[in-house]
């Protein structure tokens, strides 16, 4: 059950081109309820670096999904998240779904100041994606059969963006989950190796993980042209966050969904079967 009249007016759907907005606008969009995309391509265009863009973005919605890019972790996004918080509770737009990531104390800082607002939060704290081997910057390392990062040998409980777009909407059409923190795991925490096996293993190729320092994959991103502030993102992730403080699973898809979250193994499969990781479908 929803309130009265917010599930006629539109969900503002933030990064509703990304990886995880596109599935809850997707998923909205099934059940017939209106959504909004809230990115620089929309209309009305919505901007993180340009605040004048947010109240058009906001006018006449019910409630938003708040996907940051690219990172809370980046300089000026915690004050950023939390303006658009109290720009939209006083808008009248107070039921946010904010979407964080596990281990990293900005982004925890944003949870905070979101909270802070005045807004009828539920907090998505996210393990890293599954979909980042297949839809991110780990697709073009499958592709090349080789992925070297500098994960070392720490694990990763990866969840699938399907599960979380799940808890997202029913975080925003159910009563129940305002006030709510749902930590996302998959079921398992995988070695980045063990996940290059799994993709292997799903795609019928040959793919291998090839541990790397951290300056190792720093020259190597920056030889192959990767902007330096998603290089320096990447150091920071690898470096600080993939440190083994997020190597165990958490139970925020079934508090949130009552069900398991999908496997790896089951993520692999359905993604081999669309020919993301075909490379003579990719070279053609
Ligand atoms: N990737 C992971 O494994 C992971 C794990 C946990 C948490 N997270 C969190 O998820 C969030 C999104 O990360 P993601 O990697 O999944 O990215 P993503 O959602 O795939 O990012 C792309 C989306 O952001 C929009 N966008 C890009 N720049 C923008 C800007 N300046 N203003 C407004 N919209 C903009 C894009 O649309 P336009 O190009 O049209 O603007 C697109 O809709 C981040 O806060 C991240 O910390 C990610």
Not at 1 to 29: F, H, S
Not at 141 to 157: C, F, I, K, N, R
Not at 199 to 219: C, F, K, N, T
Not at 229 to 252: K, M, P, Q
């Amino acid at each position: 059950m929803t309130e009265p009249g917010r599930d006629t007016k539109p969900t503002l759907v933030l990064g509703g081109t990304g990886k995880t907005g596109r599935r809850v606008a997707e998923r909205l969009g099934a059940r017939g309820l209106p959504t909004q995309i809230g990115s620089r391509s929309a209309q009305p265009p919505f901007d993180w670096h340009r605040s004048a863009s947010w109240s058009p973005a906001l006018d006449g919605v019910g409630s938003v999904y708040v996907s940051y890019h690219p990172d809370l972790a980046v300089p000026g996004a915690v004050d950023t998240v939390g303006s658009f918080a109290e720009l939209a509770v006083r808008s009248g737009v107070p039921r946010l779904v904010l979407l964080t990531a596990r281990g990293e104390p900005e982004a925890e800082e944003a949870e905070d100041a979101v909270r802070a607002s005045g807004a009828e939060a539920t907090i998505l704290r996210s393990a890293w994606f599954m979909q980042d081997f297949s839809e991110d910057f780990l697709l073009e390392p499958v592709l090349s059969g080789e992925v070297a990062v500098p994960a070392g040998d720490t694990a990763e409980p990866f969840v699938d963006a399907d599960d979380l777009a799940d808890v997202a909407v029913a975080a925003l059409t159910e009563d129940g989950h305002v006030g709510e923190l749902y930590e996302l795991t998959g079921p398992r925490p995988l070695t980045f190796s063990e996940a290059a096996d799994e993709i292997a293993e799903a795609s019928g190729r040959e793919i291998r993980y090839l541990p790397v320092s951290i300056e190792q994959h720093a020259a190597a991103a920056a030889e192959q042209g990767m902007p330096g502030e998603f290089a320096e993102l990447l150091t920071y992730l690898f470096s600080e966050v993939l440190d083994g403080r997020n190597a165990h699973v958490a139970d925020g898809i079934q508090r949130a969904l009552g069900r398991q979250p999908r496997d790896f193994a089951d993520y692999a499969r359905d993604a081999a079967a669309t020919g993301v990781w075909n490379v003579s479908a990719v070279a053609n």
